[in-house]
């Protein structure tokens, strides 16, 4: 079956331009993770949706990154403002239902801020 | 979470059990040992998990000393596939409960 999608896979921009990065979950996972990883690094994690509510966004490094997902499916990473820091991995991940936790990760979006 | 540790690298022999330990001294009752493995350009995958007893799936087994303290994961017979950096997680089973990834360790399976 379908994996965890994510687009754009690659992303360029700008500092200073606002990005949104999208993530398909696995059809029917009701938990959904964002992480960010930077280079030679593990991956670190950002904030946490089960279903459409944001349980835990901790993670987030600064009130420029925000995460949606309004219908409880599909998920967006909003990076407002880039700047050059930002430029990492931001991987999502999703897991099946409540009390199964085996986390299924996408292949990532590259971004990098010039 | 409890923290873990792990070798920095190692390489193996394609076709040779490859053998990967994992310190994880301060864990706690209720935490489970977990792996993932992320290969070049792709996102982490799910290998296996366990709290005390040994498990083995199809991909590799895990080895759980009796004080739980350390872990060993296995993979039987390694192939230039499985070259990747391997991380060992401990944490709660939960839902919601987000990864901690370390440095891991960076396996390269040689011909």
């Known amino acids: 079956g379908a994996g965890v999608s994510q687009s754009p896979r690659y992303k360029v921009a700008k500092r200073g331009q606002d990005v949104a990065l999208r993530c398909d979950p696995i059809?029917?996972?009701?938990?959904l993770f964002w992480y960010q990883q930077a280079l030679g690094q593990g991956p670190e994690f950002l904030t946490y949706?089960?279903?459409?509510?944001?349980?835990?966004k901790s993670g987030l490094p600064s009130d420029r990154f925000f995460a949606e997902r309004p219908e409880g499916s599909v998920s967006t990473l909003k990076i407002q403002r880039t700047q050059q820091e930002d430029s990492a991995v931001y991987l999502c991940?999703?897991?099946?239902?409540?009390?199964?936790?085996?986390?299924?990760f996408g292949p990532g979006t590259r971004l990098t801020v010039l | 979470d409890a923290k873990t540790t792990q070798p920095t690298s190692m390489d193996c022999a394609e076709g040779r059990a490859a053998n990967l330990p994992c310190n994880h001294s301060?864990?706690?009752?209720?935490?489970?040992v977990y792996w993932y493995r992320q290969i070049h350009s792709q996102g982490p995958q799910y290998i296996i998990h366990?709290?005390?007893n040994n498990e083995t799936n199809e991909m590799a087994s895990l080895i759980i000393t009796e004080d739980r303290k350390s872990s060993t994961l296995i993979l039987p017979h390694a192939t230039l596939r499985d070259t990747a950096v391997y991380y060992c997680i401990v944490r709660f089973k939960a839902a919601g409960n987000k990864l901690t990834f370390g440095g891991g360790t960076r396996v390269l399976v040689k011909p």
């Open positions: 366990g709290l005390k």
């Open positions: 059809s029917g996972h009701v938990s």
């Open positions: 301060t864990i706690s009752g209720n935490e489970y």
């Open positions: 991940a999703s897991s099946l239902v409540i009390g199964t936790d085996t986390q299924y």
């Open positions: 949706f089960q279903n459409e509510a944001q349980l835990d």
